[in-house]
């Protein structure tokens, strides 16, 4: 049952997306961590720039997302730039259509 | 809150500066100031002031609210301090150009509009410099140093305005007298090469890493960057001075002010080049490709003052090298990276509050690229055409690169206007339920 709430918290989050790479964070690999407990979600993320304004949006986006899944009653969402976050996070379909060269 | 937050101002202050850079157009396709009339008449004055600081240093003050707390990850000092500083800035911007009007006959003898300006001018760069500059304090390391060297560079342009605008009214005595008579280089040079030059080196350092997601560029190496520009500006204030207290002329400073420029320009190419090589996004977005032909406006700006030098024509030719330095440089990469400020601002301000709720556009549907490419090209081309018939001496040449750059100016700004009407994005996401269209020149936060 928490790993079928974890999935649908992870679907709910694909609503968000980064404005400047325009895709999801879920496909972006912006989330690190997910956790479930007795309604309560923990999520762990990233953003590309610290102190960008689009970082305190992606945030509070992530916390409505996960706030709007059945089930779930509260949502914290701790945002962290350890370790940073680099393109090769990125689902490997994603990647190549975003531009990004496989090595990076 | 992580960092920042929306500057309620910034765009109230890009509308003004457009407002000052339409007038200097205008100015320039009337054929008022250089090069129908000398580089120091009160005309050029007019022009030159309309430019340097309503244009160039009013859109860098908007863009620097904005940004010195992304660069910082803190917030502004204090948000309520941007509009009083607009309001002073223009208030005494128009005092200004007013006192040059009438220094040229224009307008009726009213002299004291100039250091009335000068006080006005000094009290809103003032505020400026103080809110942004506690600001950057909190973490000045990389890019937050190089905008406090630009913003020391602004007091001293300032102070040197200042005391300018005193002598020509006839209130700053024999001292004041002596360094208008001389120190007329020093307050361009610390203008345009410190304050405008160092400050756009830095942010664009964080923009350019930013938006092509590369590495931060090495602090040793941008630190060498801005060693040797804050080298060229602190002799230029210094050496200057001094200079002119001792009546020794001002070439050896010039000269010594000269290399570290070159050598901090050099540097700054160095470390731009490695940026866009070690970008992760592979491709340019439009506001990146019309970047690099700012940069190579600046390169070219080098190399031909190298060249005028080599040829003891740069006296003469001052004209077209400031020129080329102000508009190819700084108002190209300002008029670039304006558009895609704009654009990512407003798609903040809109669907930064729905983001998780509703479905929402990307940046890029804000734009439309296709469309704005031409203007820009128009703009580019004008200036280097426009600068081409500075050097060859053909002023009725040169309104019509003024005109034509006009042309790419109102086709940016029309493109910037749709940007922040939302006119290009598609109907479905344009206007998701929660989400506010936002105010032409203001943020609504």
Redesign the interface.
């Known amino acids: 049952m928490t790993d079928q709430l974890v999935e649908r918290v992870r679907d709910a989050l694909r609503a968000v997306i980064d404005p400047e790479l325009g895709e999801n964070i879920v496909d972006l690999g912006f989330v690190y961590d997910i956790a479930v407990a007795g309604g309560a979600a923990r999520i762990t993320m990233t953003a590309t720039t610290p102190g960008c304004p689009a970082t305190f949006f992606l945030k509070e986006g992530t916390q409505a997302a996960a706030s709007a899944v059945p089930g779930i009653v509260s949502a914290d969402v701790t945002m962290t730039f350890e370790p940073p976050w680099t393109p090769s996070m990125i689902e490997p379909a994603v990647r190549a259509s975003l531009g990004f060269a496989a090595v990076n | 809150?992580?960092?920042?937050?929306?500057s309620r101002w910034t765009m109230s202050y890009f509308a003004m500066a457009l407002a000052w850079l339409f007038l200097a157009l205008s100015l320039m396709m009337a054929g008022v100031g250089y090069p129908f009339a000398e580089v120091a008449s009160p005309d050029t004055l007019v022009l030159v002031h309309a430019v340097g600081i309503g244009w160039l240093s009013i859109a860098m003050c908007g863009a620097l609210f904005q940004f010195v707390?992304?660069?910082?990850?803190?917030p502004l000092f204090s948000e309520k301090w941007a509009l009083p500083a607009l309001v002073l800035l223009t208030a005494g911007l128009v005092s200004l150009i007013g006192g040059f009007l009438s220094l040229g006959g224009r307008l009726p003898p009213s002299l004291w509009l100039l250091p009335l300006g000068a006080i006005l001018l000094v009290a809103g760069f003032g505020l400026v410099v103080v809110d942004l500059g506690l600001t950057a304090w909190l973490r000045p390391a990389g890019p937050a140093r190089f905008v406090l060297a630009g913003l020391a560079s602004l007091c001293a342009t300032a102070a040197f305005g200042a005391v300018f605008a005193f002598a020509l009214a006839g209130w700053a005595g024999s001292a004041g007298n002596a360094l208008l008579a001389a120190g007329i280089p020093l307050h361009a040079i610390a203008g345009l090469g410190g304050w405008l030059t160092l400050t756009a080196m830095g942010v664009s350092y964080r923009l350019l890493s930013?938006?092509m997601?590369s590495p931060d560029v090495d602090e040793r190496q941008s630190r060498m960057t801005l060693g040797a520009g804050a080298l060229a500006i602190g002799m230029t204030v210094a050496g200057g001075i001094l200079a002119i207290g001792l009546a020794s002329g001002l070439s050896v400073v010039l000269s010594i002010v000269a290399v570290f420029g070159l050598a901090s320009a050099a540097l700054y190419g160095r470390d731009i080049a490695g940026i866009f090589r070690a970008r992760?996004?592979?491709?340019l977005e439009l506001n990146m490709r019309m970047a690099t032909l700012s940069f190579a406006s600046l390169a070219a700006t080098a190399l031909l003052g190298i060249a005028l030098v080599v040829t003891d024509g740069f006296a003469a030719h001052i004209g077209p090298f400031a020129f080329l330095a102000v508009f190819g440089w700084l108002s190209g990469l300002v008029l670039a990276k304006l558009y895609k400020i704009v654009a990512?601002l407003t798609?903040?301000e809109t669907?930064?509050?729905v983001?998780?709720?509703?479905?929402?556009p990307?940046?890029?549907?804000l734009v439309a690229e296709g469309r704005a490419t031409k203007w820009f090209v128009i703009y580019y081309v004008a200036v280097w055409a426009g600068t081409l018939t500075l050097l060859v001496g053909e002023p009725y040449a040169f309104r019509m690169a003024a005109a034509a750059m006009t042309v790419g100016v109102v086709g940016i700004v029309r493109e910037v206007i749709r940007t922040r009407r939302l006119a290009d994005v598609a109907s479905p996401v344009r206007l998701p339920g929660g989400a506010i269209a936002p105010h032409l020149l203001f943020a609504r936060n």
């Open positions: 809150m992580i960092g920042a937050s929306i707390p992304v660069l910082v990850a803190k930013m938006f997601l992760k996004r592979r491709q990512f798609w903040l669907y930064g509050p983001m998780g709720r509703a479905p929402t990307r940046v890029q549907d």
